[in-house]
């Protein structure tokens, strides 16, 4: 069974990683949704693609290559099937920024205080 992904929201109902990802020209968008619509379908996607991050409180990376450019789309789990995606930035680096990464957490952090509420 496949899984599902979401857009994290802020609480006024913007959502950062679909802004970034339309802030893409159409090749890099298209080349975004096809990786996301194959982690959708795809029980086990391989390491490449999809990861879990060291160090992190239960994020997953998300790596999209595209030309020259890498981009990565920081996520997690809200239960067993649903991926929440709640940060996405290009990659400049060979190490994920910390500031990206406390971005990703603290977004996470929002939305399950809001799911319980």
């Not at 086990?44 to 595209?66: N, S």
């Not at 680096?93 to 603290?106: L, M, V």
Request: hydrophobic share 30%; aromatic share 8%.
């Amino acid at each position: 069974m496949g899984k599902e992904i979401r857009l994290y929201e802020t609480t006024s109902g913007n959502s950062p990683v679909e802004k970034f990802i339309r802030s893409q020209n159409q090749q890099t968008q298209a080349k975004i949704l096809a990786t996301l619509q194959f982690l959708e379908e795809t029980d086990r996607p391989p390491h490449h693609i999809f990861q879990k991050m060291t160090g992190t409180r239960d994020l997953w990376e998300v790596r999209v290559k595209h030309d020259t450019n890498i981009y990565r789309l920081l996520c997690f789990f809200d239960g067993e099937q649903i991926i929440i995606l709640t940060h996405a930035f290009q990659k400049k680096t060979q190490k994920t920024p910390r500031k990206e990464i406390d971005t990703a957490e603290k977004r996470k952090a929002d939305y399950l205080k809001r799911k319980d509420t």
